[in-house]
């Protein structure tokens, strides 16, 4: 009975699975398959890998040929008509269901599952896939390359050990930061690309929260200088990028400190709270108008790369080295400092030595704050310079309700 449960579970998976594929198929008029001719195939899959259990791997074999077969004999048929599409993706998803099929019996089904949703995410998303890569420059697909090289490249040669005073100079960890942020940042600028320039007001904060918060405020600051009638939408962009930040510091802990992240991640997802609440007020008042995305530049470079591994390595250093020689107090006097220019070093640094049991989760959680508050500190200065004055006189007021609520957190939240 136990067996037949397992049976009909796997073959309705398959059933499922067939059926949402082949949906997608239907609704592009594949002549091959469809939503019927789908589900079959994953069906026999779940069968000849149940008859190859008992029979042999051979019948496995059999099937996939057999429904490559199946293919080209359809295609044959359909060349004689004179109606021929050149395109094999619908035949490559079948061959794939099959053997999604097959996997649901001799493998996990999570992960079987897993492949056949993501068959019809990929097939549903021809249109903008398309359009994302006929908008590819030169540029961009450096960007990509350079990402691999950071990480299938250089990063599988580092040495996986300790270096240093303090022994926190690990390369591999070091280099697994830069490809982390590398990562983060260019899922951002990815994101740009697909969605254009013209992203509006509110994507264009959240991704320029993603690629780098403190160019979109150098970006927006100049650009409120040049056109002072935009300092308002500029203002709001710059909040809301600086919202993102919080949400790029859990996501660096999590990846950096999982076992922590429910003592570290509380306090820091109130202030990112605090902050949401802010920008949206200020999106409902500030709201109307076109803002353009400014260009954005590769996240990829390998020099930019270096410089923030170099920068990470100092940080981590500094971090370790000023709270063992001047305890509490040297180590946040360096998250301010570190805070100013760069956010995700000192959350990086901080997580890793909470990791590794150098540091306790309160005071780890506290520094990642201060460099937060820092941080916003030094993009008023950067306004101040840069942006015109009346960019200066609604972002210093938004900044300032966030840094009031940065305090009342430090102040007030249990320890």
Not at 11 to 34: C, F, H, K
Not at 86 to 107: D, N
Not at 112 to 135: C, I, Y
Not at 180 to 197: D, N, P, R
């Amino acid at each position: 009975m136990e067996m037949g449960r397992e049976l009909f579970t796997q073959l309705g998976l398959a059933l499922l699975l067939g059926l949402l594929v082949g949906l997608q198929r239907q609704r592009t008029e594949a002549s091959v398959a469809g939503i019927r001719t789908f589900p079959l195939i994953a069906l026999f899959g779940v069968l000849c890998a149940h008859l190859g259990l008992r029979f042999g791997e051979w019948v496995v074999a059999a099937g996939l040929i057999a429904v490559a077969a199946f293919f080209v004999i359809g295609n044959l048929a359909r060349l004689k008509a004179g109606d021929i599409d050149p395109g094999q993706t619908t035949e490559v998803a079948g061959i794939l269901l099959f053997g999604v099929g097959a996997f649901l019996v001799v493998g996990d089904k999570a992960v079987a599952v897993a492949v056949g949703g993501a068959t019809a995410v990929l097939l549903q998303l021809k249109k903008p896939m398309h359009q994302f890569v006929a908008g590819m420059g030169e540029q961009d697909l450096k960007a990509i390359m350079q990402f691999v090289l950071l990480t299938l490249v250089i990063l599988p040669v580092l040495p996986n050990r300790a270096y240093g005073p303090y022994a926190v100079l690990n390369p591999f960890k070091l280099w697994l930061m830069v490809v982390l942020i590398v990562g983060i940042s260019l899922v951002g600028y990815v994101l740009y690309k697909v969605f254009g320039a013209r992203t509006g007001t509110l994507l264009g904060g959240l991704l320029g929260g993603m690629i780098s918060s403190t160019a979109t405020t150098v970006s927006y600051a100049r650009r409120s200088r040049e056109s002072p009638g935009t300092a308002g939408l500029a203002a709001l962009v710059i909040v809301l990028a600086s919202t993102v930040v919080f949400v790029r510091v859990l996501i660096e802990i999590s990846a950096v400190a999982a076992g922590h992240f429910r003592q570290l991640a509380p306090p820091l997802a109130a202030m990112l709270v605090a902050t949401a609440a802010i920008a949206t007020g200020a999106y409902f008042l500030i709201r109307h108008g076109e803002s353009e995305m400014p260009a954005q530049g590769n996240p990829a470079e390998l020099k930019s790369a270096l410089v923030f591994g170099a920068l990470y390595g100092v940080v981590l250093l500094a971090v370790a080295a000023a709270k063992a020689l001047f305890g509490t107090k040297g180590l946040y006097v360096v998250a301010v400092i570190s805070g100013l220019t760069d956010m995700d070093a000192i959350t990086l640094s901080t997580a890793q030595l909470v990791n590794d049991g150098r540091l306790d989760a309160t005071t780890g959680w506290r520094t990642i704050l201060l460099a937060a508050l820092a941080n916003l500190v030094f993009k008023t200065g950067i306004v101040a310079v840069l942006g015109d004055r009346g960019l200066l006189r609604r972002l210093a007021g938004l900044f300032g309700l966030v840094l009031l609520a940065g305090a009342a957190i430090l102040w007030l939240w249990p320890r």
